[in-house]
């Protein structure tokens, strides 16, 4: 059983246990044979905000994207509170495809540049939800306040607004149809460090207080570490850990997680740190390494880790790891 | 004391604009000593690129109006001419840009791209141009660097292709490197390579690195000094240590607590600084950052303050004319 431990939102009395979005072997193959999502098998649990991470090409807008039909899987299914959301078509996808919205990370390029704000927002209660226009407005305004634009801004065009006030626009927009689940995806990459803090506080705010799940995608593990309460580590395709935020952030499973984090630059005092530094570069995910996809890069590897691939196991109640040689010792029977 | 390599007096870089000119360096003063790695940390519009390129007259226009002195080695870098300015880029200042996709020549092979550099300034056979440039391509971490020689810039990965413009740079051996946030495009693991790279360059060469960068973390690592910049000018600067350990000017302090951090204790609200910088022409009299600063009160609008040795240690300077004791007159 996977019961993610105590989380930031579960303090507040909800216990998140119920599996809102699951993915269960999914695949998303593009055109020229490269296999973005390689047979993914994950959980977001209602309420919680999980973070993705990894680095480019891994996979994770990808697989972000496949959970919400904005690309089609190749094989696998999307169970949405337990409905396979893969066949969908017509009314039911429409009505499904409301309670699943997206926050991108450019902003600029997201948002018609001819168009009113208010118009922006009030789109998808439009097209989604059947409302009227009246009514439409009136919530579009609403959202402006609640992402602290104001409604006044509804008046305005996009081009008249910083980067961090666009991304506010976004998430007004995402919020409109009242969504359940939200894939945000690399939303604070753009923007300055100051700005970023305030978009994360009101994603933070948001999701707490509209009781929403979220994916939240990002090579930021920083970012992540502020924003979500269990981390999901992908390498080539591959979920390669799943872990609670603290325990990922203080004893990772995997090599390549290790290796992640000793990457990121730190804002310590002192002479520079000893740190592992991952020699190479991402393989060509169109032909992974066999065995473990990451052994060429690993500073562990021995001959099983060129030949089998590791399954991915939960080694621990919430922990689940994709290595022959975990970092954390095991605790099961 | 020893005279400073580079030495920027009253660095003024403005653009005319619909609207008016907006002041995009608004006078700053910064030595570089010989050997040191120097941080211009800011965030988007804050001036750091346009002073970085107003030092090799990569900014120069019909709607660029720039003033002030660069003086390198009795050369002012500002007033040179466009042809003296063309045997100082590459030679004696270098830039290493953030996207060395756009940066780098599509149709011409990498190899021949550092020959070229090489050719352009050195009296050497093409053979010899070559045969240095793979040794470059060596030199900066590239594998089997002849045969990536041969690789056209789309060919290899982004990683590499910012190696390529790290050799490109170092090909004539100038004595500043500008590297104008040469990480910020990368994965956090082939960050972590190409900042072992510079350090090392810096430490074999004693290359003068001026690193132009947003990110606090990555200045904690390299940087021997640090100079802050906000709205076109320079608020705070010291040693590494003095700028990011006891930072004395308040936009300092806010930037660097609204970092989110992967390590000390977890908070559930990053502090934000409100509001966002001064972007457009219009400039109010008095500190940039009092419209956003937490203790701002009316000394603060009257007068743009200096930098200068204020609170902190020798060496440390700031623009701040708030007292010592700020957070005790603080209104939240």
């Known amino acids: 059983m996977t019961v993610p431990s105590r989380t930031r939102s579960g303090e507040g009395g909800r216990a998140m246990t119920v599996p809102l979005m699951k993915a269960e072997g999914l695949r998303v193959e593009f055109a020229n044979r490269v296999r973005a999502v390689r047979d993914v098998d994950l959980t977001v649990y209602e309420g919680e905000t999980l973070g993705l991470v990894g680095e480019s090409g891994c996979g994770k807008s990808s697989l972000g994207k496949a959970l919400l039909r904005l690309i089609e899987p190749t094989a696998g299914a999307v169970r949405y509170r337990g409905l396979d959301i893969t066949g969908l078509r017509g009314t039911l996808l429409r009505s499904t495809r409301a309670e699943l919205q997206m926050v991108f990370q450019d902003p600029f390029g997201s948002l018609n540049p001819r168009r009113k704000v208010a118009d922006i927002v009030a789109e998808p209660l439009l097209r989604v939800r059947g409302a009227d226009k009246a009514t439409a407005r009136r919530t579009a305004g609403e959202l402006l306040e609640l992402v602290g634009l104001g409604r006044e801004a509804g008046d305005r065009r996009p081009h008249e607004f910083s980067g961090g006030q666009r991304q506010r626009i976004g998430i007004a927009r995402a919020l409109a149809p009242s969504p359940r689940f939200i894939v945000a995806d690399e939303p604070v990459s753009a923007l300055d460090v100051s700005i970023q803090a305030q978009i994360i506080n009101l994603l933070a705010d948001l999701t707490r207080d509209r009781g929403l799940t979220m994916l939240f995608i990002s090579h930021d593990l920083g970012v992540v570490r502020h924003v979500a309460d269990r981390v999901a580590v992908m390498y080539l395709g591959q979920i390669i850990e799943i872990a609670p935020r603290d325990d990922f952030f203080a004893a990772p499973a995997h090599p390549y997680s290790e290796a992640l984090l000793s990457s990121v630059p730190r804002l310590d005092p002192g002479p520079a740190r000893e740190r592992i530094v991952v020699d190479g570069e991402l393989p060509d995910p169109a032909a992974p390494p066999p065995g473990c996809s990451y052994h060429p890069r690993c500073r562990i590897a021995v001959d099983k880790c060129r030949t089998v691939e590791p399954p991915l196991v939960e080694f621990r109640p919430g922990r689940s790891v994709r290595c022959h040689l975990p970092l954390v010792p095991l605790e099961n029977a | ?332």
């Open chain 2, 1 to 332: 004391m020893t005279e400073p390599l580079l030495s920027i007096r009253g660095l003024r870089v403005e653009f005319d604009v619909p609207g008016g000119r907006l002041p995009a360096v608004g006078g700053v003063d910064l030595d570089l000593e010989a050997g040191e790695m120097v941080a211009i940390v800011g965030e988007s519009g804050s001036g750091k690129s346009a002073l970085a390129m107003s030092l090799v007259g990569l900014n120069r226009g019909p709607r660029a109006h720039i003033g002030g002195t660069a003086t390198l080695r009795g050369t002012d870098l500002i007033s040179a001419s466009e042809d003296r300015l063309r045997t100082v880029r590459g030679k004696d200042v270098a830039v290493v840009f953030q996207d060395a996709l756009a940066a780098l020549n599509p149709t011409q092979k990498v190899g021949a791209q550092i020959s070229e550099m090489l050719r352009a300034h050195q009296r050497i056979s093409r053979a010899a141009a070559q045969a240095r440039s793979v040794e470059l391509l060596r030199e900066v971490g590239i594998a089997n660097p002849e045969e990536r020689a041969k690789a056209y810039p789309h060919q290899l990965s982004g990683g590499m292709r910012q190696r390529v413009m790290i050799a490109i740079g170092l090909a004539n051996e100038p004595s500043v490197l500008i590297a104008d946030e040469p990480t910020t495009a990368l994965d956090v693991t082939i960050q972590a390579q190409v900042l072992r790279l510079l350090k090392r360059l810096q430490a074999d060469h004693g290359t003068t690195i001026v690193l132009i960068t947003h990110d606090l973390g990555v200045v904690a690592e390299v940087a021997d000094r640090v100079a802050v910049m906000y709205a076109g000018r320079i608020v705070e600067q010291g040693t590494r240590d003095q700028v990011l350990f006891a930072p004395q000017h308040p936009y300092t302090k806010a930037l660097l607590s609204s970092v989110p951090r992967i390590d000390g204790p977890a908070q559930e609200r990053l502090p934000a600084i409100a509001g966002s910088p001064l972007t457009g022409v219009d400039r109010p009299p008095g500190c940039a950052f009092a419209p956003r600063c937490a203790f701002a009160h009316d000394a603060c609008t009257s007068a743009v303050p200096a930098l200068t040795q204020r609170h902190g240690k020798p060496g440390q300077l700031d623009a701040c004319v708030l007292g010592p004791d700020r957070e005790e007159v603080a209104v939240p």
